[in-house]
Structures are given as C-alpha cells and as structure tokens.
C-alpha cells in the first residue's frame, strides 16, 4: 500500500533556528503539494511541483520559506529563519492527475 | 469572497440520518473536484471525485452543478465512524498548470 511519507513528524525549535522538512512522494506521481494547516486559516497550498519543476508558490513567504524537489523521491521544505507564527502542522501531498493524497504531516512548533 | 465556501457546521446528527453538505465555488474555469475526509489530527484523505453526471459510491453520493458552481455530498445512514470534517477541494486551470483550492471544510458529528 504506497503512501507518501513525512519527515519528521515533530518538531519543536526555538525563534531563528531552520527547519527542514522532507517528504517522499509516492512512486510514479508527478506533482508534489506542500501545505500548511492551522487553526485559524485551515489548509493553506504553499507550494506544488509538478515533474520536480516548481510550478507556484506564491502561497509561501518567499524570505524565509523555500521549497526543492533534488529528485524525484525526495521533496523539501526549509524554513530560515523560523518564528513563532510558522508553528502549524505542514502537509506534503503527492498525486498523478487532480486526485492528491497525503503524508502524517510533520507539527512544528516554534517557541 | 472566498474562492471556496462551505457551512462549517458542525451538524449533529443521529446514527442512521441522512445528511448533506453543499460547497460553492466562483470561479466559473474550474474544472475538476473533489470530497476529502479529515479526522481529528490526522491527514486529509480523498473520499471520492466528483463527477458531472453525479456519482455514488455505497452510503456517499457526490454531485456537480455547474450552472450554480456548487458540488454536493450526501452521506446516507450515517455511522459513529463518519464522524470526521468534510472539505471540498476545486480545481481550477491557471498559467502554471492547474490551482487547487481546499474549502474550510465542514464538521459533522454523527451521534449514537
């Protein structure tokens, strides 16, 4: 049963550390969605790739997120530097035409 | 206006009622859709696509209305286990590809 999975799947940091997340995509899907959920803004698209090519991510604050495929069983998230307010609970998603399915998530929480 | 609106609910309903969620959209390009399912804490995980000429698979229904840009999910006879938060997800063509748009979703609670 092939699953996407997520790396780690806590992590507690403290204001200005980075933060890297990982996430293997499932086998043979060609786009890839990294997604923040909170409380208060609910899912939130930060950034998708498809074939590894980084397609949008006008949802991601460009200064201190950044979002890479290096190959095709790999995707990241990186946060420098981090803060508070980035404490949520970080989805990657992997999917071959509209259908998506999702990793555990990785909760962050930055104090 | 949210691209994507759903009732958050929560609706309380009895073991064995059968209940409808609507979700609308507003932009008139989108081109496909689809019924995730959330349980507390958890991932989102796809219950079913939505298709044009409506679909059905066991005690959930799906429907698309185009011309009033909403899709529908009814859930019959419901179960403890359907106990979870509903989102609907659109989407829509733009100049990258294709945008995908998550609802709020919409909390149901399904009592003995």
């Known amino acids: 049963d092939a699953r996407v999975t997520q790396t780690p799947r806590h992590k507690v940091t403290e204001m200005g550390q980075e933060v890297t997340m990982r996430c293997q995509p499932i086998l043979g899907h060609n786009t890839v969605f990294w997604y923040r959920q909170t409380m208060m803004q609910g899912l939130e698209l930060l950034a998708y790739?498809?074939?590894?090519?980084?397609?949008?991510d006008s949802g991601m604050p460009k200064d201190r997120f950044s979002a890479e495929m290096p190959d095709a069983t790999l995707a990241t998230l990186k946060i420098q530097p981090s803060e508070p307010r980035d404490s949520a609970v970080y989805f990657c998603a992997s999917g071959l035409g509209g259908e998506q399915y999702f990793g555990p998530g990785t909760r962050l929480t930055v104090t | 206006r949210k691209e994507v609106e759903q009732d958050p609910g929560p609706f309380n309903v009895p073991e064995g009622a059968t209940v409808a969620f609507n979700c609308t959209y507003s932009n008139s390009a989108s081109q496909s859709f689809f019924w995730y399912r959330q349980d507390c804490r958890k991932e989102p995980k796809l219950l079913m696509s939505v298709y044009s000429s409506g679909n059905e698979d066991g005690r959930f229904t799906a429907q698309l209305n185009r011309a009033s840009q909403y899709i529908s999910l009814l859930i019959r006879d419901s179960k403890l286990s359907d106990s979870a938060t509903y989102l609907c997800v659109v989407n829509m063509r733009n100049t990258g590809g294709f945008k995908t748009i998550f609802g709020a979703g919409t909390r149901l609670f399904v009592k003995a």
């Open positions: 790739f498809r074939n590894r090519a980084p397609l949008d």
